[in-house]
């Protein structure tokens, strides 16, 4: 029987921060409405995947931000406020229906279907509009963020809805102001994320989460390029080596992730929480874009040549992928000072080794071999400085799933979803 089942279904939302110092872990609802993001993303991946060129990686870029801002909201809302009553499960349900129609529409989001995907993303702006009402009128203590957020989103939807009405390319002109509306309305009044806190271990997860969702696009990206052929060895080292990618990204990811940056927003410090939660939109893309890449050199490695568009996209995504990397290591407070520059000062320069070797015209194995060597050798690297660590400091790092720590608090340990959860 569901807890929700054993108490009144209607429940009012509470600061779950706060009230509670029990450990949380990701529901599964909140599970669930994940996968309607895999669908999105996959979608995405596919629009880049049929236009290959700077003005079709634009497009990728621009239509990734209200689908990742839609996966946010939802989750920075509930890390704060659920408690997973009736409500907020058909609040939800709309939420994934609003999603599903972001990502049916998404193909053509530029072009036949710009209207269904405008109303659609204003959907998912009014429900989350709704959530804070609610917030508003429950939790006394949460109506400064409530305000904010229920006068920031209402814009940004009002935009979008004005969008239908005005032809390209204001529409789209529209559509970008909007969009710097919603990433800016969190940004109003920084002292509340201090006040109004996430929950921090609940939040890092969710982050985890969703990369994982788009890691799997990365992988799927060497599946379909071998599939759309006759393969022989050299497609399929050519996918071993992108999986080997993937594999690289999740390493040195989830080893050096914790959650120190949002404590330190907790703590007053909340330019650091916002650079970790805003930097991990260039890293979702880049691993989506890197899925791609793959797709296309493993598809096109019979013709023995490389195309520059695909080699550009590979090596364009794996460069965006280091790069936020970099960031999220400069702001993990519980690494050592000297250990954190020489780990992002690692990233940068495989940035620089990426950039020339996606600039020569390389067949697609060496090319591949090198981007490979590049991400594995900073698995290398990590491995080594971890290991030049102090016994303290080797200590922090987590015994089972393998991420560092900021605290010894079993609360605050960040682990796999619960399903007592």
């Known amino acids: 029987m569901s807890p929700t089942s054993q108490r009144n279904p209607w429940q009012p939302p509470r600061l779950r921060s706060i009230e509670t110092d029990s450990e949380r872990h990701a529901s599964w609802l909140e599970l669930f409405f994940d996968l309607v993001f895999v669908v999105a993303v996959s979608e995405l991946s596919h629009y880049l995947s049929t236009h290959i060129s700077l003005q079709g990686f634009l497009i990728f870029v621009g239509l990734f931000l209200p689908i990742w801002w839609s996966w946010i909201g939802a989750t920075f809302y509930a890390t704060r406020f659920d408690t997973d009553d009736l409500g907020h499960r058909l609040l939800t349900l709309l939420q994934i229906a609003a999603v599903a129609a972001l990502a049916v529409n998404v193909y053509e989001a530029t072009g036949a279907t710009a209207v269904g995907f405008a109303l659609a993303y204003a959907t998912v702006r009014l429900i989350t509009i709704a959530e804070y009402i609610r917030v508003w009128l429950s939790v006394e203590q949460a109506r400064p963020l409530a305000r904010i957020y229920v006068r920031g989103f209402s814009l940004a939807m009002s935009l979008w809805v004005i969008s239908v009405f005005v032809p390209p390319p204001q529409r789209f002109i529209l559509w970008g102001m909007a969009m710097v509306v919603d990433f800016l309305t969190p940004l109003v009044d920084r002292r509340l994320i201090t006040r109004i806190p996430v929950d921090v271990s609940h939040a890092t997860e969710r982050m985890g989460l969703f990369t994982i969702i788009v890691l799997g696009e990365a992988v799927l990206g060497a599946v379909r390029g071998v599939s759309e052929q006759e393969w022989n060895w050299l497609s399929a080292l050519i996918a071993f ?90 702001v993990t407070a519980s690494l050592a000072e000297r250990h954190r520059k020489m780990l992002s000062l690692y990233r940068l320069l495989a940035v620089a080794f990426a950039l020339v070797m996606t600039s020569l015209p390389l067949p697609p194995l060496v090319f591949m071999g090198l981007i490979a060597a590049t991400c594995l050798v900073q698995v290398g690297l990590e491995l080594l400085r971890s290991h030049q660590l102090e016994p303290e400091q080797r200590a922090m790092l987590a015994s089972g799933s393998g991420l560092l720590l900021d605290t010894d608090r079993p609360e605050d340990h960040p682990h796999p979803p619960d399903p007592r959860a």
Not at 286 to 312: C, N, P, Q, Y
């Open 241 to 330: 080596l992108g999986l080997s990618i993937a594999f690289s990204f999740w390493w040195i990811y989830f080893d050096s992730m914790d959650n120190s940056p949002l404590q330190a927003a907790k703590a007053g410090d909340a330019k650091t929480g916002f650079v970790w939660l805003y930097i991990h939109l260039a890293l979702v893309i880049g691993l989506a874009g890197t899925g791609v890449g793959v797709e296309k050199i493993v598809a096109g490695s019979m013709a023995g040549s490389l195309d520059s568009s695909a080699r550009w996209v590979l090596g364009g995504s794996v460069v965006i992928c280091l790069l936020a990397m970099a960031v999220l290591h400069g």
